[in-house]
């Protein structure tokens, strides 16, 4: 899909949406667009397959979720059935064929993310393990040991990174810290009622409080609190990003023999950097700077990733292609 049908207003529109609403009475009132045009821009925005959805984007660990990336190591013969089991399980919400780009080299090619609550994490992901690893496929896990950088907004103005987006890059925190609230059934629905998607209408904070059985005024109370704590991270439109023109999406690693916080920061500070995490080196993945980025073809994206390892000092990296989509998805918390 190309962005031609949209206005330069409406591109504008969808990009600031990204970065999230007002947690007030009439999160749609201020924008360039009155309120019945944006209102009809999201749903158009739906229907040609560029919305995901518009939603709440949680901080899962503070939810009580612990989550891991993970790589099987499997005959290529054998992906798409393994990538079926690994895209059945509710707490998978990405799952990608990745292939290295450059270099080549004998590395895993089927990656996902599993998320699950704290209490049933090791049950769940050894219950996964038991169903991918055989004598031909091994599972590595790779935890964020911290994470640099999160969330993205695609700006479809510019088709580039949208750098504005206040809180991106996040300091050297632990990423399976333990700080997480324990959750009352009414929060639960409060978070049940939100995750996917919001009403697209005036008032959309309303028909959710009514749904709940709290008064507006208290929902609003209850999300400023969870934003304000890093809970909630904001109410937002999700895009999909390959309708949006970012088709290239690069998985780009490197060994770090120095200061991996320093690196990671550096890496983290570049515009068009989405995510970027340190994550534990194994001997299959001798790498522990992970960071993704997008462009619009992959002549764009390998010259992008040689321009970042020169900025930031790096060598003897790899970027993986993300080649075959199984599966992306919003999680869906509190199920």
Same mark, same amino acid.
Request: charged letters at 30%.
């Given at each position: 899909m190309t962005m031609t049908g949209y206005t330069e207003t409406e591109r504008q529109a969808l990009t600031r949406l990204q970065r999230g609403i007002e947690l007030c009475e009439r999160p749609f009132a201020?924008?360039?667009?009155?309120?019945?045009?944006?209102?009809?821009?999201?749903?158009?925005?739906?229907?040609?397959?560029?919305?995901?959805?518009?939603?709440?984007?949680?901080?899962?660990?503070?939810?009580?979720?612990?989550?891991?990336?993970?790589?099987?190591d499997t005959p290529a013969e054998r992906i798409e059935a393994k990538a079926q089991i690994v895209a059945a399980e509710d707490g998978v919400t990405h799952c990608y064929e990745r292939r290295p780009l450059l270099g080549g080299g004998d590395y895993p090619a089927l990656w996902f993310t599993l998320a699950l609550?704290?209490?049933?994490?090791?049950?769940? @992901?050894?219950? @996964?393990?038991g169903?991918?690893?055989?004598?031909?496929?091994?599972?590595?896990?790779?935890?964020a040991l911290r994470r640099f950088k999160i969330d993205?907004?695609?700006?479809?103005?510019?088709?580039a990174r949208d750098e504005s987006f206040p809180g991106a890059a996040a300091a050297a925190d632990f990423a399976q810290a333990e700080d997480f609230r324990v959750f009352s059934e009414r929060d639960r629905n409060i978070v049940r009622a939100i995750d996917q998607d919001i009403p697209l209408v005036e008032q959309p904070f309303n028909l959710i409080a009514e749904r709940v059985g709290?008064?507006?005024?208290? @929902?609003?109370?209850?999300?400023?609190?969870w934003k304000a704590a890093g809970i909630l991270r904001r109410v937002a439109a999700v895009l999909r990003h390959r309708q949006a023109g970012f088709k290239a999406n690069g998985m780009c690693v490197w060994p770090v023999a120095g200061d991996i916080i320093e690196a990671g920061?550096?890496?983290?500070?570049?515009?068009?950097?989405?995510?970027?995490?340190?994550?534990p080196r194994c001997a299959e993945l001798p790498f522990d700077l992970y960071a993704m980025i997008h462009r619009g073809d992959w002549d764009a994206t390998r010259a992008l990733y040689e321009d970042i390892s020169d900025r930031c000092g790096l060598k003897d990296g790899e970027m993986f292609a993300s080649l075959r989509e199984f599966k992306k998805s919003s999680m869906q918390y509190f199920k």
């Amino acid at each position: 899909m190309t962005m031609t049908g949209y206005t330069e207003t409406e591109r504008q529109a969808l990009t600031r949406l990204q970065r999230g609403i007002e947690l007030c009475e009439r999160p749609f009132a201020d924008f360039p667009l009155a309120e019945p045009e944006l209102l009809e821009l999201l749903s158009r925005a739906r229907s040609d397959g560029l919305l995901r959805r518009f939603g709440a984007v949680f901080d899962a660990r503070r939810l009580g979720y612990r989550s891991v990336l993970c790589a099987l190591d499997t005959p290529a013969e054998r992906i798409e059935a393994k990538a079926q089991i690994v895209a059945a399980e509710d707490g998978v919400t990405h799952c990608y064929e990745r292939r290295p780009l450059l270099g080549g080299g004998d590395y895993p090619a089927l990656w996902f993310t599993l998320a699950l609550l704290h209490d049933e994490f090791s049950a769940g @992901l050894a219950r @996964l393990r038991g169903q991918l690893e055989d004598a031909d496929s091994r599972l590595l896990e790779l935890p964020a040991l911290r994470r640099f950088k999160i969330d993205v907004v695609f700006d479809l103005r510019t088709r580039a990174r949208d750098e504005s987006f206040p809180g991106a890059a996040a300091a050297a925190d632990f990423a399976q810290a333990e700080d997480f609230r324990v959750f009352s059934e009414r929060d639960r629905n409060i978070v049940r009622a939100i995750d996917q998607d919001i009403p697209l209408v005036e008032q959309p904070f309303n028909l959710i409080a009514e749904r709940v059985g709290i008064a507006p005024c208290e @929902l609003l109370e209850i999300l400023r609190d969870w934003k304000a704590a890093g809970i909630l991270r904001r109410v937002a439109a999700v895009l999909r990003h390959r309708q949006a023109g970012f088709k290239a999406n690069g998985m780009c690693v490197w060994p770090v023999a120095g200061d991996i916080i320093e690196a990671g920061r550096r890496v983290a500070a570049q515009p068009e950097v989405t995510h970027c995490y340190q994550r534990p080196r194994c001997a299959e993945l001798p790498f522990d700077l992970y960071a993704m980025i997008h462009r619009g073809d992959w002549d764009a994206t390998r010259a992008l990733y040689e321009d970042i390892s020169d900025r930031c000092g790096l060598k003897d990296g790899e970027m993986f292609a993300s080649l075959r989509e199984f599966k992306k998805s919003s999680m869906q918390y509190f199920k």
